[in-house]
Antibody, heavy 117, light 107 residues
Framework: QVQLQESGPGLVKPSETLSLNCTVSGGSIHSYYWSWIRQSPEKGLEWIGHIYYRGTTNYNPSLKSRVTISVDMSKSYFSLNLRSVTAADTAVYYC???????????WGRGTLVTVSS | DVQMTQSPSTLSASVGDRVTITCRASLSISDWLAWYQQKPGKAPNLLVYKASYLESDVPSRFSGGGSGTEFTLTISSLQPDDFATYYCQQYNYDPYTFGQGTKLELK
């Protein structure tokens, strides 16, 4: 049974970079799109971007200038880097697998990231 | 961006009731519409994709419908486990966007 698990710091200082990993276990990272989504009370659920297992990416234009998503097939994980964070980036961050482009059918448990000095 | 608007924001109902949640898109998304259920402290869980197809293991009391700009999620007979927040999401155009959610609460 495929499972996803987010990992990374729960606290990030303003202007620094938020970095999260999503480990895929119980299955292959091959042949799927993998996404990052965040949720905050202010903005609700927001798609951040996705990556195809071969490395092709697509980002939300509202975050594109600050986001990088990458994948490490040999280690079965993919990563999110969000640069120059502010308090508005405080949210629960989820990683997910897409059954079809844009359709998230398997989610990690989520991890709360707070941006604060 | 395609704006997704759900109604109502909150719905009070009893076990056994039939309830319907509506989702409207700001432009036509064909049938590229998904519904998710989220319980407190948990990740969203996919219920319906392509407007009307039930994800595997989703009970048949759930059904989805609609196309273009107007969509519905119906629960035919509410069970205690169904009280949660429901979100629609379009995946026809990126950025893929979600509705603001409908909280289904016990009357």
């Amino acid at each position: 049974q495929v499972q996803l698990q987010e990992s990374g710091p729960g606290l990030v200082k303003p202007s620094e970079t938020l970095s999260l990993n999503c480990t895929v276990s119980g299955g292959s990272i091959h042949s799927y799109y993998w996404s990052w989504i965040r949720q905050s009370p202010e903005k609700g659920l927001e798609w951040i971007g996705h990556i195809y297992y071969r490395g092709t990416t697509n980002y939300n234009p509202s975050l594109k200038s600050r986001v990088t998503i990458s994948v490490d097939m040999s280690k079965s994980y993919f990563s999110l880097n969000l640069r120059s964070v502010t308090a508005a980036d405080t949210a629960v961050y989820y990683c997910a697998r897409q059954a079809a482009v844009g359709l998230n059918n398997l989610w990690g448990r989520g991890t709360l990231v707070t941006v604060s000095s | 961006d395609v704006q997704m608007t759900q109604s109502p924001s909150t719905l009070s109902a009893s076990v056994g009731d039939r309830v319907t949640i509506t989702c409207r898109a700001s432009l036509s998304i064909s049938d590229w519409l998904a519904w998710y259920q989220q319980k407190p402290g948990k990740a969203p869980n996919l219920l319906v994709y392509k407007a009307s197809y039930l994800e595997s293991d989703v009970p048949s009391r759930f059904s989805g419908g609609g196309s273009g700009t107007e969509f519905t999620l119906t629960i035919s007979s509410l069970q205690p486990d169904d009280f949660a927040t429901y979100y629609c999401q379009q995946y026809n155009y990126d950025p893929y966007t979600f509705g603001q959610g409908t909280k289904l609460e016990l009357k």
